[in-house]
């Protein structure tokens, strides 16, 4: 079981251990290509894709939005752009600014608009929708999302060994900022490969 939660808020100046991140990740684990895109987009104004590609170790290519590539290779990229586009920064404080893009980046494309679309302005749908989002870009990890109390949403992921304490803490920050919000967010970690946000 679950110990009780001790939330606190997000801790900045985080580095990313890529290492880690890539030998906890699940065989077969993979995003879509859109994300993977939306990064090549962001730093290849100061290095071209394939010198990008090149840095990162992965196949120079060309991302369709919603064709599946491999988890490992966006962990990758992220950290290389991350240092292209942040370098002043630590590699995890950049890569949380990349996960406020997420919500805008999936709104842009035509299956992210049919799913959100219908929820209008209404922000908490939109965070007790996030599970099903989730799982529409990615094929691994386990998601839920639940209302506790007017204005409170709790977001839970786990099996997710995917930058969650800096891009996917991003990625509800950045619904927040498309919203006009200013929603605090909190975070725990009951166990290693569980992150509940609190917002």
């Not at 879509?32 to 100061?46: N, V």
């Not at 999936?106 to 049919?114: C, D, E, I, M, Y």
Request: proline share 7%; glycine share 8%; net charge neutral.
């Amino acid at each position: 079981s679950i110990p009780e939660l001790q939330f606190h808020a997000p801790r900045s100046g985080l580095t990313v251990d890529l290492d880690a991140h890539l030998e906890a990740l699940p065989s077969g684990a993979k995003g879509k290509g859109i994300y993977f895109r939306d990064l090549i987009a962001l730093s290849e104004d100061k290095v071209p894709a394939e010198q990008i590609a090149g840095r990162a170790g992965i196949p120079h290519r060309r991302y369709v939005p919603f064709f599946d590539y491999p988890m490992a290779e966006l962990l990758k990229l992220t950290v290389v752009v991350a240092g292209i586009v942040h370098p002043k920064l630590p590699n995890g404080e950049a890569i949380r600014l990349f996960g406020r893009r997420s919500y805008p980046t999936l709104l842009s494309t035509h299956a992210g608009r049919v799913l959100l679309a219908s929820l209008g302005n209404d922000l908490e749908r939109v965070l007790l929708l996030a599970p099903k989002a989730y799982r529409l870009v990615m094929n691994f990890g386990r998601f839920h999302a639940e209302r506790i109390d007017e204005r409170h949403v709790q977001f839970s992921c786990e099996a997710f060994p995917s930058l969650i304490d800096t891009y996917h803490l991003g990625v509800v920050e950045g619904v927040f900022e498309h919203f006009g919000v200013q929603g605090a967010v909190r975070i725990a970690r009951p166990t290693q490969d569980v992150l509940i946000t609190d917002c």
